[in-house]
């Protein structure tokens, strides 16, 4: 079997045949604190089936300097934030891109392009033996992009359609053939609001005092892509809110409809600077608060400080507040706001924020609409998280007066749901409860589902006799929560005995 890469599109994939399997493990040195550590780094590849190039080859027709040429690529959606699109480029003189969902520029553009470079895309067709491969590609997993690459040459047309076909044995030329397509009419421009935008909208004669306009603006501030922001300011596009369509059904979203400005760009600090200089939001408390929870959650320092320097409220109160995830366009995702800054900041992980914040002395108990408070927040796993960074953070807040034993909407404390065991212990050292019972009566044991927080919950007293409200001792709760979950309790207490 061929070892490649597989490209991650942020969706679950269910396939028997292709496995992940570690490729090397190595001991890396780095330092925490000017002290060094060594920490075991593991790479992955997926094992995937060899290319299954054609057995059967069908003829291509001719691509003479008269060729009539269509080329159509087609990606759609995915449960993630796959860009979803359809281009096409032909030999009338003209690329035209139909942005759908997840990109900066949704509707159709069109650009001009020279008929003879779309036979000369048309002839790596040719090499590439696209007539002869199989009419689809598909794999039996859920919830990624589908492509759909279609060439018509003089009335001959070939479609190929691709559902992680890499995963099936796809030739890899149908992959480069779809980046070829993308490349050749630039289509970054448009999905992320990449160089040239602005210059091809305004060979349309694109309307930028429009509300279209606004939301492309949006849309590349929300991506960083800062030249792009400065230069559709430039083209007039307009600060004063203009009133968007209506949905076409009521349970739909306007994009960008809840997005202020500050909001839009508040991860990227280049694009937010061009932003204040331009003014925008001056008068708009709402959207510098939202902005500035945006920039605490990021863990983006200097953004933060230029909003709190703009008029930001760092002791604003945005439970009520309708909050946008990042990202934005046709997807985005809008939900009620965490009860305080401080909580979001405290969801970064990055210690230099929640210092940052608590200079303006918040409310250390603030809750979110689940009634938990920073330190919950501070304790949260977040994929490739700095776990030394959320050890500080809690201390922190623990230091500025937070209590490390709050308690959420069903009773449980910071020590019964966060499973990062150097948090734990951090917690525990700061006055813990290890038998504190949640609503259910419950302790940390029970609920905590970090099986190295075992040994540490026992050593620091967690009582095993104590039962539930239904009556049951940790280790016959255990006998639910599966055989893995009995036999690491089982082993954690014989040790703990042993000693």
Same mark, same amino acid.
Request: charged residues 25%.
């Given at each position: 079997?061929?070892?490649?890469?597989?490209?991650?599109?942020?969706?679950?994939?269910? #396939?028997?045949?292709?496995?992940?399997?570690?490729?090397? #493990?190595?001991?890396?040195?780095?330092?925490?604190?000017?002290?060094?550590?060594?920490?075991?780094?593991?790479?992955?590849?997926?094992?995937?089936?060899?290319?299954?190039?054609?057995?059967?080859?069908?003829?291509?027709?001719?691509?003479?300097?008269?060729?009539?040429?269509?080329?159509?690529?087609?990606?759609?959606?995915?449960?993630?934030?796959?860009?979803?699109?359809?281009?096409?480029?032909?030999?009338?003189?003209?690329?035209?891109?139909?942005?759908?969902?997840?990109?900066?520029?949704?509707?159709?553009?069109?650009?001009?392009?020279?008929?003879?470079?779309?036979?000369?895309?048309?002839?790596?067709?040719?090499?590439?033996?696209?007539?002869?491969?199989?009419?689809?590609?598909?794999?039996?997993?859920?919830?990624?992009?589908?492509?759909?690459?279609?060439?018509?040459?003089?009335?001959?047309?070939?479609?190929?359609?691709?559902?992680?076909?890499? #995963?099936?044995?796809?030739?890899?030329?149908?992959?480069?053939?779809?980046?070829?397509?993308?490349?050749?009419?630039?289509?970054?421009?448009?999905?992320?609001?990449?160089?040239?935008?602005?210059?091809?909208?305004? %060979?349309?004669?694109?309307?930028?005092?429009?509300?279209?306009?606004?939301?492309?603006?949006?849309?590349?501030?929300?991506?960083?892509?800062?030249?792009?922001?400065?230069?559709?300011?430039?083209?007039?596009?307009?600060?004063?809110?203009?009133?968007?369509?209506?949905?076409?059904?009521?349970?739909?979203?306007?994009?960008?409809?809840?997005?202020? #400005?500050?909001?839009?760009?508040?991860?990227?600090?280049?694009?937010?600077?061009?932003? /204040?200089?331009?003014?925008?939001?001056?008068?708009?408390?709402?959207?510098?608060?939202?902005?500035?929870?945006?920039?605490?959650?990021?863990?983006?320092?200097?953004?933060?400080? %230029?909003?709190?320097?703009?008029? %930001? =409220?760092?002791?604003?109160?945005?439970?009520?507040?309708?909050?946008?995830?990042?990202?934005?366009?046709?997807?985005?995702?809008?939900?009620?706001?965490?009860?305080?800054?401080?909580?979001?900041?405290?969801?970064?992980?990055?210690?230099?924020?929640?210092?940052?914040?608590?200079?303006?002395?918040? =409310?250390?108990?603030?809750?979110?609409?689940?009634?938990?408070?920073?330190?919950?927040?501070?304790?949260?796993?977040?994929?490739?998280?700095?776990?030394?960074?959320?050890?500080?953070?809690?201390?922190?807040?623990?230091?500025?007066?937070?209590?490390? =034993?709050?308690?959420?909407?069903?009773?449980?404390?910071?020590?019964?749901?966060?499973?990062?065991?150097?948090?734990?212990?951090?917690? /525990?050292?700061?006055?813990?409860?290890?038998?504190?019972?949640?609503?259910?009566?419950?302790?940390?044991?029970?609920?905590?589902?970090?099986?190295?927080?075992?040994?540490?919950?026992?050593?620091?007293?967690?009582?095993?006799?104590?039962?539930?409200?239904?009556?049951?001792?940790?280790?016959?709760?255990?006998?639910?929560?599966?055989?893995?979950?009995?036999?690491?309790?089982?082993?954690?207490?014989?040790?703990?005995?042993?000693?």
């Amino acid at each position: 079997m061929d070892a490649t890469a597989a490209s991650g599109t942020g969706s679950m994939r269910y #396939w028997p045949e292709v496995k992940s399997e570690v490729l090397r #493990w190595k001991f890396t040195p780095f330092e925490v604190k000017g002290k060094p550590v060594m920490a075991r780094v593991e790479e992955y590849v997926d094992l995937v089936p060899p290319e299954k190039l054609p057995t059967i080859h069908v003829p291509p027709p001719a691509v003479r300097p008269e060729s009539k040429v269509k080329i159509v690529l087609e990606r759609s959606g995915c449960y993630g934030t796959c860009p979803s699109y359809t281009v096409a480029v032909s030999t009338d003189g003209r690329i035209v891109f139909d942005g759908y969902g997840y990109v900066v520029a949704s509707g159709r553009y069109t650009d001009a392009v020279a008929p003879g470079a779309v036979r000369d895309l048309a002839r790596k067709f040719v090499a590439a033996d696209f007539y002869s491969m199989d009419a689809e590609y598909r794999a039996l997993v859920t919830d990624n992009p589908t492509y759909v690459l279609c060439i018509t040459i003089d009335g001959h047309q070939k479609k190929v359609v691709d559902y992680v076909g890499d #995963w099936v044995g796809m030739p890899a030329a149908i992959t480069d053939l779809e980046d070829e397509v993308d490349a050749f009419a630039r289509t970054q421009r448009w999905i992320t609001g990449s160089e040239g935008l602005v210059q091809s909208l305004s %060979a349309e004669h694109f309307n930028f005092q429009s509300f279209e306009a606004q939301v492309i603006l949006k849309g590349a501030a929300t991506r960083g892509q800062t030249a792009t922001v400065r230069e559709l300011l430039k083209a007039g596009v307009p600060l004063r809110p203009i009133p968007g369509p209506k949905p076409k059904e009521p349970y739909m979203m306007v994009p960008f409809q809840y997005t202020g #400005w500050l909001a839009a760009a508040s991860r990227h600090l280049e694009a937010l600077r061009v932003l /204040l200089d331009a003014g925008a939001s001056r008068t708009d408390q709402v959207d510098k608060d939202e902005a500035l929870a945006e920039a605490a959650s990021s863990g983006n320092v200097d953004a933060a400080k %230029a909003l709190i320097a703009y008029g %930001a =409220n760092p002791n604003a109160d945005l439970s009520k507040t309708v909050i946008p995830e990042p990202g934005g366009g046709a997807g985005t995702i809008y939900g009620e706001g965490a009860g305080s800054i401080l909580i979001y900041a405290a969801q970064s992980g990055n210690p230099n924020v929640v210092r940052l914040i608590l200079r303006y002395h918040p =409310n250390l108990e603030a809750r979110d609409r689940e009634g938990k408070t920073a330190v919950f927040a501070a304790g949260e796993y977040r994929g490739e998280d700095d776990e030394t960074g959320r050890v500080e953070c809690v201390r922190l807040l623990a230091l500025a007066g937070a209590n490390v =034993n709050a308690r959420d909407k069903g009773g449980d404390t910071p020590l019964h749901e966060i499973f990062l065991t150097s948090v734990e212990a951090e917690l /525990l050292k700061l006055g813990a409860n290890v038998n504190a019972r949640n609503n259910d009566g419950e302790t940390p044991i029970f609920t905590n589902v970090d099986d190295d927080s075992i040994p540490l919950f026992l050593a620091h007293g967690a009582d095993l006799s104590i039962r539930d409200k239904a009556g049951e001792t940790v280790m016959e709760a255990a006998k639910r929560q599966g055989p893995a979950r009995e036999e690491a309790l089982r082993k954690a207490i014989d040790n703990f005995e042993k000693r």
